[in-house]
């Protein structure tokens, strides 16, 4: 704490790998389509989230009893003390493996069939929308009795931020009473965080996204809290 202000960050830096579909069970990691070549599934898991920066803080706003500023008598009362407080969260996409609704390779059991990759599949960012979030025209269908070679994790999803604030008030009614009322609001800019887009190759939704971030707390959702201690 220095000058009313106290605060921490972490960065994580990650890249996991994975030839076995989902071990984590976060996202959809289909499993290997041809049982003999578990290399041709190696890949960036449906949980490799590459960057993820956390920052919290809470700021003791210098004004009202005990503060800075305006610090005495019933002014003091009127204008303070208060806290801001938060934490802010940010993430790169997780992934998707694009997969082929057909059987082109005849083969029974096994993992979703892939379609052939002839490019990267992912659009630069102003590019991607909703309604088209890769590049569909980066990929084929087989050949008949052979397997796709589209690779597993390959499309990136898009990104996440959301902001908790808490704005709370002190009242000291006595030297061994406190009220503390505290306002709070998740996803406190109502950002929208969208999930991965369909990667069934040849599908009429293709590149289609239509729901959200998996964990993602939702629409903004507000609330007061009023504690007395004692």
Same mark, same amino acid.
């Given at each position: 704490?220095?000058?009313?202000?106290?605060?921490?960050?972490?960065?994580?830096?990650?890249?996991?790998?994975?030839?076995?579909? /989902?071990?984590?069970?976060?996202?959809?990691?289909?499993?290997?389509?041809? *049982?003999? =070549?578990? *290399? =041709?599934? !190696?890949?960036?898991? @449906?949980?490799?989230?590459?960057?993820?920066?956390?920052?919290?803080?809470?700021?003791?706003?210098?004004?009202?009893?005990?503060?800075?500023?305006?610090?005495?008598?019933?002014?003091?009362?009127?204008?303070?003390?208060? %806290?801001?407080? +938060?934490?802010?969260?940010?993430?790169?996409? /997780? &992934?998707?493996?694009?997969? /082929?609704?057909?059987?082109?390779?005849? *083969?029974? #059991?096994?993992?979703?069939?892939?379609?052939? &990759? $002839?490019?990267?599949?992912?659009?630069?960012?102003?590019?991607?929308?909703?309604?088209?979030?890769?590049?569909?025209?980066?990929?084929?269908?087989?050949?008949?009795?052979?397997?796709?070679?589209?690779?597993?994790?390959?499309?990136?999803?898009? #990104? !996440?931020?959301?902001?908790?604030?808490?704005?709370?008030?002190?009242?000291?009614?006595? %030297?061994?009473? %406190?009220? %503390?009322?505290? +306002?709070? @609001?998740?996803?406190?800019?109502?950002?929208?965080?969208?999930?991965?887009?369909?990667?069934?190759?040849?599908? @009429?939704?293709?590149?289609? $996204? *239509?729901?959200?971030?998996?964990?993602?707390?939702?629409?903004?959702?507000?609330?007061?809290?009023?504690?007395?201690?004692?």
């Amino acid at each position: 704490m220095r000058g009313g202000l106290s605060f921490g960050a972490s960065y994580t830096l990650a890249h996991f790998l994975t030839d076995v579909g /989902d071990p984590n069970g976060v996202g959809s990691n289909p499993l290997p389509q041809n *049982s003999f =070549c578990l *290399s =041709c599934n !190696y890949g960036p898991a @449906a949980g490799d989230l590459r960057h993820v920066l956390v920052f919290n803080h809470t700021l003791e706003l210098p004004f009202g009893r005990g503060r800075h500023f305006l610090n005495h008598g019933w002014v003091s009362y009127l204008v303070g003390p208060w %806290d801001f407080a +938060g934490i802010w969260t940010i993430h790169s996409g /997780d &992934r998707s493996t694009v997969t /082929d609704a057909t059987n082109v390779s005849n *083969s029974s #059991g096994g993992g979703a069939q892939r379609p052939n &990759r $002839i490019g990267n599949g992912n659009l630069p960012a102003n590019q991607r929308t909703l309604n088209h979030w890769f590049d569909l025209t980066a990929f084929t269908q087989p050949t008949t009795y052979t397997y796709g070679n589209s690779g597993n994790g390959i499309i990136a999803g898009p #990104g !996440y931020f959301s902001a908790d604030l808490t704005l709370e008030r002190h009242f000291i009614v006595r %030297d061994r009473v %406190d009220i %503390d009322l505290r +306002g709070e @609001a998740f996803n406190a800019f109502n950002r929208p965080n969208f999930g991965d887009p369909n990667t069934t190759f040849a599908n @009429a939704q293709a590149g289609v $996204i *239509s729901s959200e971030f998996a964990g993602a707390g939702g629409p903004r959702v507000g609330q007061i809290a009023l504690k007395v201690s004692f």
